[in-house]
């Protein structure tokens, strides 16, 4: 009786002990590195603490036996938060935009696919099965490097079958099939980039953009390209806003050059000079909440050499683009002085504001001018700036005021 009792106590013992996946708590690096000496691939679950399905997934999916059994012996687990250092910059990396993505990648951190959202016990399995008989992303990358030459409609069937046969070992095949001209499945599957874009890694992202040699490839529906277009561009925005969020400059940077090449290859109107003026003001805008106060100071120099030779190059006397380009500097200039007192910053806003008073002499800028020059320790030439100003300025009594408020203060 002992005896029974003891085995009943043991098998419950271990039937309630039962792990599920083990994720290990080390970083990405360690992965690869483990994966690569176990010839193992790589699991990766990211998810936030506020999305519900990603605990739902941990508590009912994840603690499975079967589930634990195969994820253990062919995978190096890792669970990462994407709002932490580490998981944000694999969701960047990857192009996750939703929680929960599972990540499912090769030993050398490739992309073999991903799924999003909850998944049952069997399907999780199902789709863990097929991965171990899928090409990686890189087979992807050299098709479309390959076609990105050739027919632009073409270019876009590895994607669009890659999305379709996703589960199917068979899918490297079925795309040269098409290429052999033994295939016609473009008009089934144009909706590829609409649902699938935003799951690609920004490599990916950047190869299918550069192979869009024309506007209008997507579809012979102008209805299902505007759809298409909104979807990629929407994408982007988000990365971008996110990237800001995180404080993620290289991010911040090469989703700005995705968006730029985007915008190039859809809109036949597409104007350089408004966008480089949008990606200026975000830039800036990043800098000056993280306090990135030299590259602050080099984007404020690019944007107003570039404005003042666009404006020169235009050869206007317009009224009022003088007075947008006057107030541009003049902000640009007031927010350095508070963050600098750098002697080649103060040179800078010395220069231009004498740019914004060539091009109408206003007191605001003999002011700055002023402000440099006291912070470089300058009297004399403030003394001898009150005359020039008072003589020209087109406001000279409200001039007179605020440097003799500037002197009091100094």
């Not at 634990?68 to 250092?85: H, I, M, R």
């Not at 991903?114 to 992303?137: C, E, P, Q, R």
């Not at 002011?367 to 020039?388: F, R, S």
Request: a neutral charge.
């Amino acid at each position: 009786m002992r005896y029974i009792a003891f085995v009943l106590f043991f098998f419950f013992s271990l039937t309630g002990n039962a792990q599920g996946i083990l994720f290990e708590e080390i970083s990405f690096d360690e992965a690869l590195a483990k994966a690569k000496e176990q010839n193992k691939r790589i699991f990766v679950e990211l998810q936030t603490s506020w999305c519900g399905n990603c605990r739902r997934l941990e508590k009912e999916v994840f603690t499975n036996d079967t589930i634990g059994t195969y994820f253990n012996k062919n995978f190096v687990n890792l669970s990462l938060d994407a709002e932490q250092p580490e998981g944000y910059a694999i969701a960047s990396t990857f192009g996750v935009a939703a929680y929960p993505t599972l990540l499912f990648l090769d030993s050398q951190g490739i992309k073999m696919m991903h799924s999003v959202g909850f998944k049952k016990v069997n399907t999780l399995k199902s789709i863990a099965n097929h991965t171990a008989y899928l090409k990686s992303d890189i087979h992807l990358v050299k098709l479309i490097e390959k076609l990105s030459t050739g027919n632009s409609e073409k270019s876009l069937i590895p994607l669009m079958e890659h999305s379709k046969d996703f589960y199917s070992p068979e899918w490297p095949d079925v795309i040269e099939d098409y290429f052999n001209g033994s295939s016609e499945r473009i008009d089934e599957q144009l909706d590829f980039l609409k649902s699938s874009f935003s799951h690609l890694t920004i490599e990916l992202k950047e190869h299918v953009l550069n192979s869009l040699k024309i506007v209008g490839i997507f579809s012979k529906s102008r209805k299902d390209e505007i759809g298409i277009q909104r979807k990629i561009e929407s994408d982007l925005d988000h990365h971008i806003v996110r990237a800001s969020k995180h404080r993620d400059e290289a991010h911040l940077l090469k989703y700005l050059d995705l968006k730029q090449l985007f915008l190039k290859r859809t809109k036949p109107n597409f104007s350089l000079t408004e966008f480089q003026d949008s990606k200026e003001r975000m830039l800036l805008d990043f800098y000056e909440k993280n306090r990135r106060y030299s590259e602050f100071h080099k984007t404020t120099s690019k944007r107003i050499n570039r404005l003042y030779s666009h404006f020169s190059g235009k050869r206007t006397n317009d009224s009022m683009s003088i007075s947008w380009l006057q107030k541009e500097t003049y902000e640009l200039c007031r927010k350095l002085l508070q963050m600098h007192d750098d002697e080649r910053v103060m040179e800078d806003i010395i220069r231009w504001s004498e740019k914004a008073i060539e091009l109408k002499p206003k007191s605001i800028h003999y002011l700055q001018k002023a402000k440099a020059l006291l912070k470089k320790g300058q009297d004399q030439k403030v003394k001898e700036l009150i005359k020039e100003a008072s003589l020209n300025a087109v406001d000279a009594e409200m001039n007179r005021l605020h440097f003799d408020l500037l002197l009091k203060e100094n």
